[in-house]
């Protein structure tokens, strides 16, 4: 098996979602799409109830979605975040996606791998829907998040901006506990 191919796709269901030409100029329709994103993965049973996108600051353009895959991709850093940010640097063919400036609007304040992930990964804007503790009330462990954790990615560049949407993505993470979704970090 080749380690050159790096099985990162989405379900089949979000193939409507993953569009290229889609160009969404604010921000609360793009944290609309990660919320979306999240309720398809608890409707269709695909994962997690967390979804992200992630566009460019420019114009608006969508670089890549990602949905929750852990269980369906057997891998336990298959996040929503890392998926759209595997994708988004692989369709931009780079490791960094500071060259233009990219944002990632994701449905759920992110876990403390993700957020290492937006530090990595060169984005230069983090855009957060509901908060942790909704996820970590149905319970789903975040690890080691704390105030300073955003701190040091301001001061690392990256704009950051919580809580928009709140309300409609937590009400994506009780759905997915009132479905009897697995927890599988917990």
């Known amino acids: 098996m080749s380690n050159d191919c790096l099985p990162i796709g989405l379900p089949d269901w979000a193939a409507a979602f993953d569009d290229p030409t889609l ?13 979306d994103l999240a309720r398809g993965n608890v409707e269709h049973g695909s994962g997690g109830p967390f979804g992200a996108a992630i566009f460019s600051l420019d114009d608006g353009h969508l670089i890549a979605i990602g949905v929750n895959s852990v269980m369906r991709l057997h891998s336990s850093v298959l996040h929503a975040e ?4 595997l994708r988004a640097q692989r ?15 994701t449905s759920c304040e992110p876990c403390a791998m ?27 462990d975040e690890g080691p998040v704390y105030p300073d954790s955003y701190r040091h990615l301001e001061q690392a560049g990256i704009a950051v901006r919580r809580g928009l949407l709140a309300d409609e993505a937590s009400a994506v993470i009780r759905l997915y506990s009132e479905r009897g979704g697995a927890i599988y970090n917990g």
């Open 23 to 35: 160009v969404i100029a604010d921000e609360e329709t793009r944290m609309r799409l990660a919320v």
């Open 82 to 85: 890392m998926m759209a940010i």
């Open 91 to 105: 369709a931009l063919g780079s490791y960094t996606l500071k060259q233009s400036g990219h944002a990632l609007y």
């Open 114 to 140: 993700c957020l290492g992930g937006v530090l990595w990964s060169g984005l230069n804007r983090l855009v957060c829907g509901a908060p942790a503790a909704a996820a970590r009330t149905i319970g789903f």
